[in-house]
């Protein structure tokens, strides 16, 4: 959670920066692509107010991903997440207005530039958040233990050294590399007096199973609390 917070205060001080030096410095040349237009094409967005306009927006960026960050420090769950999301959306819909403010020559091209990059961004975010809702099955056969899906994993029977079904899980410190979105976890994450593992986990379901291998572990449950005993039950029955 800490690294998670000092990514959103990087963040909101890198924009926040970034806007005031061009709206109270002129540091123009911190657009991206402005030092490269000829220095009439320069003149005609000044005038027009472009550069003022992009740079008010950074900092009105930076404002949102604040409050995010706010909030979250009162445990307000998914903050830093939906900030992230207002962000994107704020940002996209104002260089679309002020895109407008734009009439140089290269106008249509910058203008099919930002919508395609829009597309991009929304198809890979709708994309990724999809697979992290997809649910993970957990299998045995062939004497390895199967966690299929997104970040799925396989490992030999003989090689795990516990399992447990227990009713919470530790504080979790950092994701690492994973998706978290609502109540669902999926992928690598830091716990507290555990360390780096994997989740598979929906927050709000117990019960979890716990299944450790040396010094790696997993936590894996399904939305449906009856569907999680009977994997432990599977589990168990194989090890007994």
Request: no cysteine; hydrophobic share 45%; charged share 20%.
């Amino acid at each position: 959670m800490i690294s998670l917070i000092m990514i959103q205060l990087f963040m909101f001080l890198l924009l926040f920066l970034l806007g005031y030096l061009i709206v109270k410095k002129q540091a123009y040349f911190l657009l991206s692509g402005f030092s490269a237009k000829t220095e009439e094409d320069q003149q005609i967005l000044i005038k027009n107010g472009y550069p003022q306009a992009a740079g008010r927006v950074l900092m009105n960026s930076s404002f949102i991903l604040l409050v995010g960050l706010g909030l979250s420090l009162f445990e307000i769950p998914y903050m830093i997440e939906l900030s992230w999301l207002v962000m994107i959306i704020y940002l996209f819909v104002h260089l679309l207005y002020i895109g407008k403010l734009d009439n140089t020559k290269h106008r249509k091209r910058n203008s099919l530039i930002l919508k395609m990059t829009i597309v991009f961004t929304f198809g890979i975010l709708g994309w990724a958040s999809y697979m992290g809702l997809q649910p993970n099955e957990l299998s045995i056969s062939d004497n390895r233990l199967q966690i299929s899906g997104f970040y799925g994993v396989e490992w030999p029977l003989d090689e795990i050294t516990n399992i447990e079904l227990v009713d919470t899980i530790p504080k979790i410190q950092v994701r690492t590399n994973g998706f978290s979105f609502a109540n669902r976890l999926k992928g690598h994450f830091r716990l507290e007096e555990l360390g780096k593992g994997r989740l598979f986990i929906y927050r709000n379901s117990p019960h979890f199973i716990y299944i450790e291998k040396g010094d790696d572990y997993i936590f894996i449950n399904s939305s449906d609390s009856h569907e999680t005993k009977l994997w432990y039950e599977e589990m168990m029955n194989q090890f007994n």
